[in-house]
């Protein structure tokens, strides 16, 4: 019996993601995928049994780095600031290195939200919540003035973070950008969010 190898695991997920975060669930193929990982379509249903046994764990590798990093950030002692510059700063890597994320993640929201809403990481989260907590106690030290909740600052954060990602394409036509030229375009504008949410929020 074959044993199981977990950097084949690796070289199947990935490149799981890359062709789910493409073509969807339903586009996606685990002929494609397997060739991708340089595999057997055999050694690739070793793995993973099924197409919805890969798919979950494709939606657990893409959510799950920023939800775990995300709520880490809460561990320590810094204020909402430098909270929400980090999450910013995040929430930009994580875009960065899966760029294809903004718009699988949308597709999944209008096609099948249940994929998403159902998994056990998302019904768990509780970042809103936390920067309730963050945003009482700036309000408290006098830093801000603004009744805006943890959902709001949060959904301003992501807004303002995954549109740039979402419209690239059109934006990198329209512009007529390179590759790299798009890349230097997105990551000036990191700095430009931050002031833009800090400012927003502050007395």
């Not at 074959?2 to 993601?17: C, R, S």
């Not at 509780?126 to 963050?134: M, S, V």
Request: with cysteine; glycine share 6%; hydrophobic share 40%.
């Amino acid at each position: 019996m074959t044993k199981m190898n977990q950097k084949t695991k690796d070289k199947i997920l990935a490149a799981a993601e890359l062709v789910f975060h493409e073509q969807g669930f339903k586009g996606a193929r685990t002929t494609l995928i397997a060739k991708k990982a340089g595999v057997s379509r055999t050694m690739l249903h070793y793995y993973y049994s099924t197409k919805e046994d890969l798919f979950q764990e494709v939606l657990q590798l893409s959510f799950g780095f920023f939800l775990q990093h995300a709520q880490s950030l809460f561990t320590g002692k810094g204020n909402l600031k430098t909270l929400i510059d980090q999450l910013i700063d995040l929430l930009y890597e994580v875009l960065t290195a899966k760029p294809g994320l903004a718009s699988f993640m949308v597709n999944i929201l209008n096609d099948t939200p249940e994929l998403i809403t159902g998994l056990p990481m998302i019904q768990e989260e509780k970042l809103p919540a936390r920067l309730d907590e963050l945003l009482d106690r700036a309000k408290r030290e006098g830093q801000i003035s603004t009744e805006l909740s943890g959902e709001d600052l949060l959904i301003n954060i992501y807004g303002l973070c995954v549109i740039p990602y979402l419209t690239a394409p059109l934006i990198k036509f329209k512009e007529n950008r390179s590759d790299q030229e798009m890349q230097v375009f997105l990551q000036k504008r990191k700095g430009m969010i931050k002031a833009f949410v800090w400012n927003g929020i502050q007395t």
